[in-house]
Nanobody, 128 residues
């Protein structure tokens, strides 16, 4: 049974930082692309950042480039999202996801439909 468990969300002032973690179990972590998505109220789920199996490819949404960094620790079966210079528009529920398809070995999937497994989400709220 695959489980993805996010943690690290919370309330932070604009300009602050948070680090999200996603602990995976029940899958071969090193053979999965890992992604972070977010969903704000009334909006569609959107891609934030992701890493291919091999970390040869990482992708970021334009809105977070230069502020967010994805990193994975295969020994701990964990993927992280370091979020700096947070803005109120970053407020959302953040989800991690895993994609075990072989197409994700070298290329990071960037759409929700490409991912097989999802966590339950963690709330990030950025205040002025």
């Amino acid at each position: 049974q695959v489980q993805l468990v996010e943690s690290g969300g919370g309330l932070v002032q604009a300009g602050g930082s948070l680090r999200l973690s996603c602990a995976a179990s029940g899958l071969t972590f090193s053979r999965n692309a890992m992604g972070w998505f977010r969903q704000a109220p009334g909006k569609e789920r959107e891609f934030v950042a992701g890493s291919s199996w091999t970390e040869a490819d990482t992708q970021y949404a334009n809105s977070v480039k230069g502020r967010f960094t994805i990193a994975r620790d295969n020994a701990k079966n964990t993927v992280y999202l370091q979020m700096n210079s947070l803005k109120p528009e970053d407020t959302a529920v953040y989800y991690c996801a895993a994609d075990s398809s072989r197409t994700a070995i070298w290329r990071t999937p960037t759409t929700p439909a490409q991912y097989d497994y999802w966590g339950q989400g963690t709330q990030v709220t950025v205040s002025l």
